[in-house]
């Protein structure tokens, strides 16, 4: 841990806010739409600002730099995870805002809102939520566990 590299953002207007989480994929064995990549969710979560940003080259470039992930329908929202499966380079993302989770099946070039099966599309009772934490089967990605509030007033 001698080599410390700081990490700069790409995006001058809104530089690295709290992090959240971290999510990495080495060059081996990973996607190459994620191979070598950093994955930095960020946030503010009582202002929620924020957002998700890949680090590109994470370990090979020499001077690693922050971009922001704009196809996220919420690019500059608080995210609270960021699950990776590096096989596939499928990203699960779960956001403090309305709505809560997204699905990147691309390394997070494109954005899909999840929605979770009940009478009316959603979490019971809610048409749309915000995720306070989400976490990935490790044997099968596509298998998600997220929690989230009744109500979007606060985590708790």
């Known amino acids: 841990f001698d080599d410390r590299v700081p990490i700069a953002s790409s995006d001058e207007a809104h530089a690295l806010a709290s992090i959240q989480d971290l999510a990495y994929c080495p060059a081996a064995g990973s996607a190459s739409s994620v191979a070598d990549t950093l994955f930095v969710a960020t946030g503010y979560l009582g202002l929620v600002q924020g957002g998700l940003y890949a680090v590109r080259n994470a370990t090979t470039g020499e001077a690693p730099v922050a971009t922001p992930l704009t196809a996220l329908p919420f ?78 007033d606060s985590f708790g």
């Open 75 to 152: 690019a500059d929202r608080a995210v609270t995870d960021v699950v990776v499966d590096c096989q596939t380079g499928a990203l699960t993302v779960g956001a403090a805002s309305d709505p809560g989770v997204f699905h990147s099946s691309d390394g997070g070039a494109s954005f899909d809102e999840v929605r979770f099966p009940d009478d009316d599309d959603g979490i019971p009772g809610e048409d749309s939520f915000q995720a306070a934490a989400i976490a990935a089967n490790p044997e099968n990605p596509d298998h998600i566990v997220v929690v989230a509030n009744e109500n979007d």
